[in-house]
């Protein structure tokens, strides 16, 4: 019985020189899941309640695109930062998700908020891991490569922000010449997307 007790706390030992030796991206991809779940109900969480609700149990894509989008681009995201490919999917992914929330008149602290949500998320999954010199640097690392995330779409979300400005102005324009025009919310939104929608061509074409 001692012999095979001695087995086992060599075996444990083992096992955790084996953990300790995972990089900071190793165990963020090992937890992706959780991590995931968690991330996009925070963001869920920034809508209103009714909304929220909606969003989390809406799980047909045409219905429900907002939820759809954040699903998917969470993951893009968080795969972009715990690897070195996909770093040319970041732009795009965080137009897709902020232009949503621009339309859906988010401050620019609250639409950007959530990319500062992952760094939490990751401190809670690592409170019950070994942080050895190398990993706190690496941790250090990912921080600042969010840190760089949130920049990036402070300047997309103004960016937006400004089209959608110009949308309107143009509107009131037409409307004060005697255009017929229309205050209704629903055709408003899909103007402000349609141009969107026709600046990210443009982009995309440069």
């Known amino acids: 019985m001692g012999a095979l007790i001695s087995r086992i706390i060599i075996l444990r030992c083992l096992m955790n020189i084996v953990d300790r030796t995972l990089s900071l991206n190793d165990i963020l991809k090992n937890k992706r899941a959780e991590i995931l779940e968690a991330w996009r109900t925070a963001i869920i969480k920034t809508y209103p309640q009714d909304s929220s609700t909606f969003l989390n149990q ?22 972009c930062l715990t690897s070195e490919n996909g770093q040319e999917n970041v732009v795009e ?3 897709n998700i902020l232009k949503i929330r621009a339309v859906q008149e ?40 969010v840190d760089s995330l949130a920049l990036t779409a402070f300047d997309i979300y103004l960016s937006i922000r400004e089209k959608i400005y110009q949308i309107r102005i143009e509107e009131l324009k037409r409307m004060s010449f005697g255009h017929h025009g229309t205050n209704d919310n629903g055709k408003q939104v899909f103007k402000q997307n349609t141009a969107l929608k026709q600046e990210d061509r443009d982009n995309g074409e440069q």
Do not use: M, Y
């Not at 809406?58 to 795969?79: A, C, K, M």
């Not at 990319?115 to 690496?138: A, G």
């Open 58 to 79: 809406q799980q047909n894509r045409f219905l429900n695109p907002i939820g759809n989008t954040v699903n998917q681009e969470v993951g893009v995201l968080f795969d």
């Open 93 to 95: 992914s965080l137009r």
């Open 106 to 145: 988010f401050s620019p602290s609250e639409a950007i908020g959530f990319i500062f949500t992952l760094k939490d998320l990751v401190f809670r999954e690592l409170e019950h891991e070994h942080i050895e010199d190398t990993l706190r640097s690496e941790l250090r690392s990912f921080e600042v490569a």
